[in-house]
């Protein structure tokens, strides 16, 4: 199977940054589009940014300019650059990717288990 391991999570100060990481491996034949979506309790999901195996990118309207998406297909790893980080960055920060297992397998979602980011004011 395909598993997202989400690293770079934690407790940062408004104004500051983090760095998260999401590294797929397992049972991979390609990787089409990664994203990073968060979750805050009582919220819908919310796509934060996404990444096409091309490197084409698309953000959420309140990160832009202060988020930076970008992708190693050699490593099959997405990141999320945060700078500028405000409260209402806090959430729950997920890492997706559309996944083929084997040449003949459609592409299938997969999601990593999280990591929390708390930005204190």
């Known amino acids: 199977q395909v598993q997202l391991v989400e690293s770079g999570g934690g407790l940062v100060q408004a104004g500051g940054s983090l760095r998260l990481s999401c590294a797929a491996s397992?049972?991979?034949?390609?990787?089409?589009?990664m994203g990073w979506y968060r979750q805050v309790p009582g919220k819908q999901r919310e796509l934060v940014a996404g990444?096409?195996?091309?490197?084409?990118?698309n953000y959420v309207d309140s990160v832009k300019g202060r988020f930076t998406i970008s992708r190693d297909n050699a490593k099959n790893t997405v990141y999320l650059q945060m700078n500028s980080l405000k409260p209402e960055d806090t959430a729950v920060y997920l890492c997706?990717?559309?996944?083929?297992?084997?040449?003949?397998?459609?592409?299938?979602?997969?999601w990593g288990q999280g990591t929390q980011v708390t930005v204190s004011s």
């Open positions: 397992g049972s991979i034949f390609s990787i089409n589009a």
């Open positions: 990444i096409t195996s091309g490197g084409s990118t």
């Open positions: 997706n990717a559309d996944v083929r297992t084997r040449i003949v397998s459609p592409y299938r979602p997969y």
